[in-house]
């Protein structure tokens, strides 16, 4: 089966962003997570919040050097894949482009100072301070590229004249409609799927039968951050629904299998469709469509029909859509038990029953996949625009045959990078135990000798 070059560069990138998407945001919510740990050990002065900072601070430098390979194919492709849209678009989109560039040089840079420093200050917190800049640098990065997607939903800041964007205001550009929720969503999200992996780590050590105060601190961070983080995704998410209704509507009435422009319109959560596009099977929400939109009942959802059929989204996105809420739903509420544990029946000690650190563990999973189905979503839901309104995906795709040729290769290095990742990260914390560097650094119980 042959595909042409247009296919075959959607899988390409499409692939190289399932890829970078995980260590991205690894990228973008660690740092929180280790200045969290080292924040909690200097106010307490408990050296195994000190131990969390260090461990991570190891692991989170595995992830970055994957992250760069992978950003940097990204940027490959879009001048070999998409060279219609650079030359098009590129003034619009250069600045995000060459700040978020700027943003990862400070991260570097003060993560490798932070590194090599630990033990030099008498003053812990100035150790600490280090971090802020990777922290900030991280975010930053992650929020000019958002710009960049964000620009492609709701282009503006510029005037097209003989298919070339002209008089391009590249601050325009940036801020523009889309900006305030995608930043804000792909930033709390990352916060998220950091916590719960975090999180996981730490459950499956109680599990195994480990029974050190580290650990449980470990569980108890990492899961009190993930409840915060999953809950401000949620609400950001009811935002998200709000900007779709107003600047996307094909989006949201793709999503929601809303044909139909009317009021009072019911949310659909599962179903399929028949050769009428008539929901069977699915479980309707009465007005919870309408007020997702509007915070009113009586909100008017424009229909998918409104819309020429070559510019409807697929309408899939609807599964994607409904797991992904789903997934939300299950990242607040397992932590939310493990908070009010104490009030479960047969556990008034507040214990870890197996059940619940069960759950802990799928945190990270349930919120690797609910970050991908969430740039599924967002990636689909623009079909066929890669710039909405301006250019299709097909007339901004090389003409190249050798596009399939790139695909095994970058597969290939994706397998290679992916599996040394793992390989090197369980080597990593196999070689040293966390019980033995207690002992190099003289803690035990919680306390230094």
């Known amino acids: 089966m042959s595909y042409d070059p247009v296919t075959l560069s959607r899988i390409l990138t499409g692939l190289t962003l399932f890829v970078h998407i995980v260590f991205a945001s690894l990228g973008v919510g660690v740092p929180l ?90 003053r812990p917190m100035l150790h600490l301070l280090l971090l802020i800049p990777v922290a900030i640098g991280s975010s930053a990065s992650a929020f000019f590229i958002t710009t960049l997607n964000a620009f492609m939903n709701t282009p503006q800041g510029f005037t097209l004249k003989n298919g070339v964007f002209t008089d391009v205001h590249p601050l325009i550009a940036m801020f523009n409609p889309a900006t305030p929720t995608k930043v804000s969503h792909v930033l709390a999200s990352s916060y998220t799927v950091s916590a719960c992996l975090l999180a996981g780590i730490a459950a499956y050590s109680l599990l195994m039968g480990r029974k050190e105060a580290y650990f449980k601190k470990a569980l108890k961070l990492t899961v009190m951050s993930a409840f915060i983080f999953a809950l401000s995704t949620a609400i950001i998410g009811d935002f998200s629904g709000k900007f779709l209704a107003k600047y996307q509507p094909e989006k949201l009435a793709a999503a929601e299998w809303h044909f139909e422009t009317r009021r009072e319109a019911p949310l659909v959560f599962g179903g399929v469709l028949d050769e009428n596009n008539k929901v069977k099977y699915g479980l309707e929400i009465p007005y919870a469509l309408s007020i997702l939109a509007g915070n009113k009942p009586d909100t008017k959802v424009i229909g998918l029909n409104e819309f020429p059929e070559d510019e409807r989204p697929p309408l899939f996105i609807h599964y994607m859509f409904d797991l992904k809420v789903t997934i939300g739903i299950l990242l607040v509420l397992i932590p939310f038990l493990y908070m009010v544990r104490r009030l479960l029946p047969g556990n008034r000690h507040g214990g870890y029953p197996k059940w619940l650190l069960l759950g802990i563990l799928l945190l990270g999973p349930l919120a690797v996949v609910a970050i991908e189905l969430g740039w599924l979503f967002a990636e689909f839901g623009r079909q066929p625009w890669i710039v909405r309104g301006y250019m299709k995906v097909g007339e901004a795709a090389t003409t190249s045959n050798n596009v399939g040729s790139m695909l095994l290769l970058f597969a290939l290095l994706y397998i290679v990078l992916c599996g040394s990742c793992v390989i090197v990260l369980a080597r990593l914390f196999r070689s040293k135990d966390v019980v033995d560097e207690m002992r190099e650094l003289g803690i035990e119980g919680g306390t230094v000798k």
Do not use: C, N
């Open 33 to 122: 997570m280790i200045a969290l740990a080292e924040w909690r050990g200097i106010q307490t002065q408990d050296p195994h919040y000190s131990l969390l900072a260090r461990r991570w601070a190891r692991g989170f430098v595995i992830s970055v050097a994957v992250g760069v390979v992978t950003g940097t194919s990204i940027g490959l492709q879009l001048s070999l894949l998409w060279p219609t849209f650079m030359r098009v678009a590129g003034h619009a989109i250069a600045l995000p482009l060459f700040m978020e560039t700027f943003a990862f040089f400070i991260e570097a840079i003060f993560l490798g100072i932070y590194l090599y420093t630990w033990d030099r200050f008498k």
